[in-house]
């Protein structure tokens, strides 16, 4: 899987909108973006994924850049509940792509 | 509810002891995975199973081992054959393997061998 880089920490105030960013400059054509977030002794939880064009759903909103290149997690809203690692993945999309592979992920840290 | 359940929470074992972890989910997915996560790491693959009666090895496996007899339980043991096996477990499904699939996670086993 190609590589992605994210901010080591971020910080939110409670109930503003967060824009966690993801860079992925070799991502390949192929190459699915996924978010999953891990809060402290639990395991993690998917967020949200996409391919070429921005999505949404219930927890959040996902931009992709045009040259796919880069992405941002939007959470519209923080709350502390948000307060988690968030990784950012690429995952290619045929055979033998059965693994999600964590980097360091981004924490962020929600202020009440 | 659907989900994946994974028992027990913590688990404590002597050095030399074989010991079950359980997996089990009602998602009604093809796929299952063990993962392993040590103190401030990422995920580590140990074994995966496409299908009933079909697991591979991941990049971690030696000294654990899977059965997959049925679509919800994928159990793994962790044998005396691990050299360092205190770290939590995390088992995780999905539709199936491909990588537009999202994978989703059990809230893991912290297995501590003394």
């Known amino acids: 899987d190609a590589k992605t880089t994210q901010p080591n920490s971020m910080e939110s105030n409670e109930e503003e909108p967060v824009h966690l960013p993801c860079n992925h400059s070799?991502?390949?054509?192929?190459?699915?973006i996924h978010w999953y977030r891990q809060l402290p002794s639990q395991g993690p939880e998917y967020v949200i994924h996409?391919?070429?064009s921005n999505v949404n759903n219930r927890m959040a909103s996902l931009a992709i850049a045009e040259d796919r290149k880069s992405s941002t997690l939007i959470l519209h809203r923080a709350t502390l509940r948000d307060a988690a690692v968030y990784y950012c993945?690429?995952?290619?999309?045929?055979?033998?792509?059965?693994?999600?592979?964590f980097g360091k992920g981004t924490k962020l840290s929600v202020i009440p | 509810d659907g989900g994946i359940t994974q028992s027990p929470k913590y688990l404590f074992r002597k050095e030399g002891q074989n010991v079950t972890l359980s997996c089990e989910q009602n998602?009604?997915?093809?796929?299952m995975y063990w993962y392993r996560q040590d103190p401030g790491q990422g995920l580590r693959l140990i074994y995966y199973?496409?299908?009933?009666?079909?697991?591979q090895k991941g990049d971690i496996a030696e000294g654990y081992s899977v059965s997959r007899e049925k679509k919800e339980s994928f159990p793994l043991t962790v044998t005396s054959a691990q050299k360092n096996p205190t770290a939590f477990y995390l088992c995780?499904?999905?539709?199936?393997?491909?990588?537009?699939?999202?994978?989703?996670f059990g809230p893991g086993t912290r297995l501590t061998v003394t």
């Open positions: 199973s496409q299908i009933v009666n079909d697991f």
């Open positions: 998602l009604n997915h093809d796929a």
């Open positions: 070799t991502i390949s054509g192929t190459d699915y």
């Open positions: 996409g391919l070429t």
């Open positions: 993945i690429l995952r290619y999309s045929g055979a033998g792509s059965y693994q999600l592979t």
């Open positions: 995780a499904s999905s539709t199936g393997l491909a990588g537009f699939y999202e994978q989703y």
